[in-house]
């Protein structure tokens, strides 16, 4: 049974009662409710549907069917007649973007003969897609700048019932298929004209103002973003709040505040040139002062063995990489980082000594709980935080120096 569909009529209803003709149960097991009338939106044309109560009883969905307007719900009403009260801060907030992406359809058709192909409004984002290669920020601004135009102008927005015959009155935007029987168009004189089944403000200026936000290139088209009315003020809100802490961040009014970053990571930039510099030569003086302090191996291979405990002022590779240029060493390093529960080691030897750091690392990490491996000449490998580490890597050297036939 056809329900009388009162958000056409009237689409400022928020309340309305109605009779309830059928209780049904839907494919999901959730439950459906068709009403002989309603003023909830069912989802359709890119526009989402109504949420709201009957009675008590939470509208979670509106779907149309067949003709017929399902309203899902929580439960079914226990009483045949109901009021129906919608949630009215969505519906507006739909009416504005929906009618919002009317009147910036109509300027992009109006200023760049680019159709409309696409529109998504959902509760983050609103967006339109538009049959242009590119867009400029120049024509973007124009675009905005013809759609407030209209949003200022305060323009009527009817709606007529109108059969095939009647279209030649009409400047459409998009033309419908032949022979559709009756349509619904909507129109906002000088602006846009084209069918739609969705709900609208009465008159443009409740639209509020029409912000382009941002644009991309996707498939073939330009996807507009933009919001309307109170999307537009909310998100002007948080853009105002974001800026106004990095101009009191960086004690510089808003308008500077761009500069003032480009100068700070300038700035972060040069010191991270200067930090690895020093790291370099940090790792140049540690490695050959450790180098020059180690014991030797009966074939003259340098043995390094360093446990740190807590972070090591270099990176255990790069103070590894370091020692290798210095002349035939074995290097067993190991750090133990409590806090994160971490340990990590690195073994490695210059290539062409009697020794493989892989297979050593591998029969030394099951005291420490480890896992890891590697080559004959560099090895690594991590587990949790061991206070055994220094024992490990004792072990580890005096494997190392017997075998060499050092004692
Ligand atoms: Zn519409």
Known sequence: MATEKLYYSDPYLKEFSARVLAAIQLEDGRTGVVLDRTAFYPEGGGQPCDTGRLNDIPVLEVHSKNGEIVHVVAEAPAVEEVTGRLDWARRFDHMQQHSGEHVLSGAFLELFGAENVGFHLGPDAVYIDIALESLSAGQAAAVEARANAAVYATLPVSTHQVTDADLSRFPLRKLPTKGFGSLRLVEMPGIDCCPCGGTHVSNTGQIGGIKIRGWERKSGVTRVDFVCGGRALADHGLCLSAVRQLSTRLSVPPAEVPAAVEKQLAKLEGLHRELQATRQELGRLLAAEAYGGAPSTGDGAK?????????????????????????PVIILLAAGLPEENKSQ????CTPG????????LKSLLPLVGGKGGGSANWAQGGGPFSDKLAEALDKARREVLAASGTN
């Open 303 to 327: 043995v390094i063995v360093k446990a740190y405990e807590g972070q090591p002022p270099l990176e255990l590779a790069d103070f590894a990489r370091q020692l290798l240029t210095l002349g």
């Open 345 to 348: 080691f690195l073994f490695a």
């Open 353 to 360: 000594l009697a020794l493989n750091t892989g297979a050593l």
